[in-house]
DNA sequence: TGTGTAATTGAAAACGTTTTTCATTTACAC
DNA sequence: GTGTAAATGAAAAACGTTTTCAATTACACA
């Protein structure tokens, strides 16, 4: 389950943010993909509905979704900067295919014994760590099996 | 043991690239730091002993050295494009310092069991993983402390 | 239900990074 | 040496992102 859209509402509210047309609609834009999506894909998306906006504040409210938690970058396939809906809590890592960029989530890592291994290996004190997986999904595969 | 520069002067002649000047320039820059740089780092560093040098060649150098799986990038800190000598042959990861970027390398991997599980459950082929720890290095721990 | 104010917006311009273009130069096979 | 294709550097274009600023707007409070 996805933070809902209130569920967001109200964590804005909470931060000091006002809910602004432009803003919903970013919302709306991210939420309603499953993909991963660019700034540039989410302006387009959300022109559609909302010809006035501006890159900018597309920019300035995945700033403001980024810093609360709310959506998550995405790194794979050498694009930089996609985000996605984050699921409420959890940590949890993506599955990325490489031909058509669909996205499966999951959350099992369990890294603790490699890190201590690291950390004693290396001194560093491991505070974080970022993990995907490429490959090809169901459907690209269906599509052209290799 | 890093990839040598004959070894690399070798592998670019053996896919026809020209070995220039400016090439060994960069090939040097990358070989000399143990840190990962950026395009702009690198000319930065280049320039002081090859003036002329444009930033141009710098970049066509990287995407070719990068091309032939000489350099790797690094994705973890905001920053998305910086490249690394690469050991050969072998399959590694990064760790890398939040405070001052330092990297340690690391091998050890085995997602046999996980990626089993994850074909399974979302159908995608897995070919490959991105996997970078992120923490503090044993300098900065020991200059702060916390 | 108004009203004031600080936050938000969009346009334009600035900015940094990367790519393209093109005439000149250069490494290397012969 | 010489010829040729590849590589270079300068300039400009093309991106993606951020800053600036005047005008607008959401919302707390009366």
Redesign the pocket.
Same mark, same amino acid.
């Given at each position: 389950m996805q933070f809902t859209e209130k569920k967001i509402e109200s964590t804005?509210?909470r931060e000091?943010?006002?809910? =602004?047309?432009? #803003?919903r609609a970013v919302l709306n834009a991210i939420a309603d993909s499953h993909d991963h999506l660019?700034?540039?894909d989410i302006y387009d998306k959300v022109r559609q509905e909302?010809p006035?906006?501006?890159?900018? =504040?597309?920019? #300035?409210?995945l700033?403001?979704l980024d810093k609360l938690g709310l959506i998550c970058e995405v790194h794979s396939g050498g694009n930089?900067?996609s985000y996605l809906m984050r699921r409420p809590q959890e940590h949890h890592h993506h599955l990325i295919c490489s031909e058509c960029g669909a996205v499966a989530d999951f959350t099992e890592c369990d890294f603790s014994e490699l890190e201590h291994r690291l950390s004693r290996d290396t001194g560093f004190e491991i505070e974080g760590h970022l993990l995907e997986f490429s490959g090809r999904c169901h459907n690209c595969r269906k599509a052209t099996p290799s």
């Open positions: 804005l509210r000091g943010y006002k809910l =602004t047309p432009q #803003r660019t700034p540039a909302h006035g906006i501006g890159l900018v =504040t597309v920019y #300035r409210t700033d403001i930089c900067r």
